[in-house]
């Protein structure tokens, strides 16, 4: 496991596919391509946006495999520049009146987001592993060392998802669910959070 000190291209493209079958993300556009960039922009955007330390681990130098963490209320320094890119490319990619559409209901699950992870030390924002690459173990490769620096820390972490069928691959890492957000007919999402192993909330 290799720790990524900047977010590149490549980082924001592997999270565009990690993305694009996402039910909330499909309701965009049915263009694979706009949706791709609308994925890019966005997750560029909440990085950018967020208020904590970001870290970013690969299993690979081909950026196949990744998680991207966020150590919560730790300040850094943001760069006003790369938010206006990052609303420019948004604004460009292709389907601005479909995410428009949606903004309101958008800024709901969001806000319910950002009151998770107030309550965490670190927050999940991408756990990827390409198609191609998957049953590798890769995966547990990257979650194990963070996730043992927590326990032995005691330190809470969390994430989230609208993909129903990642909450299995989450609660066999420890998440549970805490909370499931329906703001949109037919998407739901699902809150976690995960407390260190050997913390006095597990008796």
């Known amino acids: 496991m290799e720790r990524i000190y900047e977010l590149n291209q490549a980082i924001y493209e592997k999270q565009a596919d990690a993305f694009i079958g996402d039910p909330l993300f499909s309701l ?27 870290f970013i681990y690969t299993a690979d130098d081909s950026y196949n495999a990744l998680a991207i963490w966020e150590r919560v ?30 903004g309101k209901r958008l800024s709901e699950i969001q806000k319910r987001i950002d009151l998770n992870k107030r309550r965490s030390d670190y927050y999940l924002n991408l756990l990827y592993v390409a198609r191609e690459c ?17 326990d032995e820390n005691q330190l809470v972490c969390s994430t989230d998802t609208n993909n129903e069928k990642n909450v299995g691959m989450y609660e066999h890492y420890g998440f549970t669910v805490v909370e499931k957000v329906q703001r949109i007919e037919g998407i739901t999402t699902y809150i976690l959070r995960r407390e260190p192993i050997g913390s006095s909330s597990e008796s």
């Open 134 to 150: 998957q049953g590798k173990g890769l995966a547990s490769e990257l979650m194990k060392p963070m996730l043992s620096y927590m």
């Open 28 to 54: 965009f556009t049915t263009d694979i391509k706009a949706r791709k960039k609308a994925i890019a922009s966005i997750c560029q955007l909440a990085i950018y946006n967020s208020k904590g330390e970001t």
């Open 73 to 102: 209320g730790v300040k850094k320094l943001r760069n006003p520049f790369k938010v206006l890119y990052c609303h420019y490319k948004m604004i460009t990619c292709g389907c601005i009146k479909e995410i428009s559409t949606y």
